[in-house]
């Protein structure tokens, strides 16, 4: 199976501090402990290696992001995906 969330940030470079602080800021809407192994996730990193966003996808419609702010901490929010099916366009 695949690695823990933690495993896979180190091994790309994260530094363990930066991991444990960045599940600690996702505790607020999600816990990595309940990850799950086909969960999706991308890393976005600066110039220097740091990082500065996260997503966490668990399922089709429901994202987790993380991003940097200026001050370092991190901004959690939750979002949600549109599926483009049940969206209705309307033009005048």
């Known amino acids: 199976g695949k690695r823990p969330v933690y495993s896979e940030l180190v091994a790309c470079g994260i530094t ?15 816990d990595f402990r309940n990850a799950r192994p086909d969960d999706r ?12 966003k996260f997503t966490y996808r668990r399922d089709p419609l429901d994202e987790y992001v993380a991003e940097r702010s200026p001050n370092g901490d991190f901004h959690i929010f939750k979002q949600e995906i549109l599926r483009a099916q049940n969206l209705n366009w309307s033009f005048p």
């Not at 363990?16 to 999600?30: C, G, I, M, N, T």
């Not at 996730?41 to 500065?52: E, G, K, R, S, V």
């Open 41 to 52: 996730y991308q890393i976005y990193l600066t110039n220097d290696n740091n990082l500065h």
């Open 16 to 30: 363990p501090s930066e991991v444990l602080y960045l599940a600690k800021s996702f505790k607020k809407v999600f």
